[in-house]
């Protein structure tokens, strides 16, 4: 019975092998353009993913305190995780290069350090620290005068800490001493302050998925199970052809059944699959870090086989209608869209991304995420019984259209 199975599916295959030997060139120019347009749709998605640094804003800074510890405090300030996320930071050699900046447009933001700034913010002078703010910022303006106040009042209070260290010590040694002594605790205390947005708090950056992967691996993932739903159009019309009651009756005579016709046809595109699969990978490597393990790899391959019976399946169920290619273009566009492909999954309705995740696209997305160092998790089990289901399906059609004919094209 077995061995009776895999003759009938290497009898369709030959058959198939011909056929598409025969239309070699017109599949490949249809998959070169499916790549294409697949592409230029993820290049979209991916410019929008990307343009994060345009959105920041220029700011200036311009130090006029020759010291040491002022140009190391401006230094800190430049370089923490919050005002680089936030802004293109230009140290500036002037202040009339700051203003001419600003009234010309370039600079969005500005900071002066006036000289002497840490003895004036002691003495609580407001003219310590002079911050300059364009137009289009104007309403976050008291946003940036609270967290400026803030650093002031953080400064004073390492600063009441030192006076009462220093009283201490002047009780036991001489002014000099004990000056010499304070000095460098100051300097410590200074450089402490000025380092708490980024040393007091811990950062943590999120998974964009819920696969483990970030936003930019999210796109290519989704992006790559929209192209190996999608190539099936290729595969449509052969199916199509063999699905016709003329033609399934001559098939069925030689004793092949059903289950062997549908299984049958996802094997051709399984392997064209798993080739396209790796030139994703091969270029996807170039932009992220690919994850080449057993289980990506087992995965992937697992992916790429149960997507082509699920396809192949589908194709039968649709291969009556004269709408079946229209409707695979259709459902892979939907998948996408659900999947969070085109528009970010933030913007999308929590229902919906529920959905897409437990649809063929989603299922096929988590279980290709391994190979971009993501995971899996139940994709792979949820697609093989959507897949078992649709097959089942397909064979019993196909037995319906040898017992009833097929239906109008």
Do not use: W
Request: aromatic share 10%; proline share 2%; charged share 15%.
């Amino acid at each position: 019975m077995i061995v009776s199975f895999f003759r009938s599916i290497s009898v369709l295959l030959k058959k198939d092998a011909l056929l598409y030997g025969k239309n070699i060139v017109s599949m490949l120019l249809l998959l070169a353009l499916l790549i294409t347009c697949a592409a230029a749709a993820l290049s979209a998605a991916l410019t929008d993913v990307q343009s994060d640094a345009s959105l920041r804003l220029n700011m200036a800074i311009f130090d006029k305190e020759p010291s040491y510890i002022a140009n190391q405090a401006v230094e800190i300030i430049a370089n923490t995780d919050g005002v680089q996320s936030m802004f293109t930071v230009e140290i500036c050699n002037s202040e009339t290069e700051v203003r001419n900046g600003m009234k010309s447009g370039i600079f969005d933001a500005a900071i002066v350090f006036e000289e002497e700034y840490f003895s004036k913010i002691l003495d609580g002078d407001d003219a310590g620290v002079t911050i300059l703010i364009s137009d289009k910022l104007s309403a976050a303006a008291e946003t940036v005068k609270h967290f400026a106040h803030t650093g002031e009042k953080l400064i004073k209070i390492a600063e009441s800490g030192i006076e009462a260290a220093y009283e201490k010590l002047l009780e036991e040694y001489p002014s000099a001493k004990a000056g010499e002594i304070i000095r460098p605790v100051e300097i410590d205390y200074a450089f402490k302050i000025f380092a708490l947005p980024t040393e007091g708090f811990d950062t943590v950056t999120l998974s964009y998925a819920a696969n483990g992967v970030d936003t930019f691996s999210h796109y290519i993932l989704c992006f790559a199970a929209f192209l190996l739903i999608l190539c099936e159009v290729l595969f449509f019309p052969y199916t199509a052809k063999d699905c016709e009651f003329s033609m399934l009756r001559r098939i069925k005579s030689y004793r092949i059944n059903t289950s062997a016709i549908v299984l049958q046809k996802a094997v051709i595109p399984f392997f064209i699959r798993l080739v396209l699969l790796c030139a994703i990978s091969a270029i996807a490597s170039a932009f992220v870090e690919i994850d080449i393990t057993a289980e990506s790899v087992i995965g992937a391959i697992l992916c790429a086989l149960l997507i082509s019976i699920f396809m192949s399946a589908l194709s039968v169920l649709l291969s009556q209608t004269s709408l079946g290619i229209s409707v695979i273009f259709a459902l892979s566009i939907a998948f996408l869209v659900f999947a969070g492909g085109l528009i970010p999954s933030a913007m999308l309705p929590f229902e919906m991304t529920l959905i897409g995740a437990f649809l063929p696209l989603g299922l096929c997305r988590d279980a290709l995420a391994p190979l971009l160092c993501g995971t899996a998790s139940y994709s792979i089990a949820i697609l093989a019984a959507l897949t078992a289901i649709l097959f089942a399906l397909a064979s019993l059609y196909l037995n319906r259209i040898t017992v009833k004919g097929g239906g109008d094209k």
